[in-house]
């Protein structure tokens, strides 16, 4: 059983960065797909950011040339490096995985069996 723990959260001006972070308990074995979804209050979670164990990435359109999803297999660490951020970005965002060919596309909550308890980004204007 893999947990996921998220961090890196915070509250940032407009324009501004983060860094989020997801450990996984252990290692992720390939072939794998993980990602970053968010979820602002009454709306659906949706797919940010997804990378395969081929390093393959994609990301939504609203944070295309913002975000930056990266990995650290050796510690077994997902990355998503948000710039220029927005009040739009504001939301829980949380990490998944799963154990898979290839990452769908684009990602729904339900091709994920391992999530993370979501960390909070807050924009302010």
């Given at each position: 059983?893999?947990?996921?723990?998220?961090?890196?959260?915070?509250?940032?001006?407009?324009?501004?960065?983060?860094?989020?972070?997801?450990?996984?308990?252990?290692?992720?074995?390939?072939?794998?797909?993980?990602a970053w979804f968010r979820q602002a209050p009454g709306k659906e979670r949706e797919g940010v950011a997804i990378i395969d164990s081929t390093g393959t990435t994609r990301y939504a359109d609203s944070v295309k040339g913002r975000f930056t999803i990266s990995q650290d297999n050796a510690k077994n660490t997902l990355y998503l490096q948000m710039n220029s951020l927005k009040p739009e970005d504001t939301a829980m965002y949380y990490c998944a995985y799963a154990y898979r060919l290839r990452c769908p596309v684009?990602?729904?909550?339900?091709?994920?069996?391992?999530?993370?308890?979501?960390?909070?980004?807050?924009?302010?204007?």
């Amino acid at each position: 059983q893999v947990q996921l723990v998220e961090s890196g959260g915070g509250s940032v001006q407009a324009g501004g960065s983060l860094r989020l972070s997801c450990a996984a308990s252990a290692y992720i074995y390939s072939p794998y797909c993980m990602a970053w979804f968010r979820q602002a209050p009454g709306k659906e979670r949706e797919g940010v950011a997804i990378i395969d164990s081929t390093g393959t990435t994609r990301y939504a359109d609203s944070v295309k040339g913002r975000f930056t999803i990266s990995q650290d297999n050796a510690k077994n660490t997902l990355y998503l490096q948000m710039n220029s951020l927005k009040p739009e970005d504001t939301a829980m965002y949380y990490c998944a995985y799963a154990y898979r060919l290839r990452c769908p596309v684009p990602p729904s909550k339900g091709d994920f069996a391992y999530w993370g308890q979501g960390t909070q980004v807050t924009v302010s204007s």
